[in-house]
């Protein structure tokens, strides 16, 4: 398994921006699909965010299409997740996940179509 290590969050006001960064460990990064997901207190883990393999192919939750970007860099072994246009109820722990191979990633939305985690980053967003 891949090694994630999540940094980027913080405390910003609303309608700011954040940028997430997901460094992995390992020489075989490009074979791995990337998400983000979220967890606020007292809720489920959600899906944010997809990417595949070559980065070529993206999906998004509703709440943040059109606001935040996943990318990804190979070279760096590295995914991101631009967010912009927060708002306070996109404040959550964010985690990174990594599963290994080639899929359709819009089938890929729950925690469980990953197998590999992060130990998440804070997101505060203030009114």
């Known amino acids: 398994q891949v090694q994630l290590v999540e940094s980027g969050g913080g405390l910003v006001q609303a309608g700011g921006s954040l940028r997430l960064s997901c460094a992995a460990s390992?020489?075989?990064?490009?074979?791995?699909?990337m998400g983000w997901f979220r967890q606020a207190p007292g809720k489920e883990r959600e899906f944010v965010a997809t990417i595949n393999w070559s980065g070529g192919s993206t999906y998004y939750a509703d709440s943040v299409k059109g606001r935040f970007t996943i990318s990804r860099d190979n070279a760096k072994n590295t995914v991101y997740l631009q967010m912009n246009s927060l708002k306070p109820e996109d404040t959550a722990v964010y985690y990174c996940?990594?599963?290994?191979?080639?899929?359709?990633?819009?089938?890929?939305?729950?925690?469980?179509?990953?197998?590999?985690w992060g130990q998440g980053t804070q997101v505060t967003v203030s009114s």
């Open positions: 996940a990594a599963k290994m191979g080639r899929y359709t990633i819009a089938t890929m939305t729950t925690a469980m179509d990953f197998d590999s």
């Open positions: 390992g020489r075989t990064f490009s074979y791995y699909a």
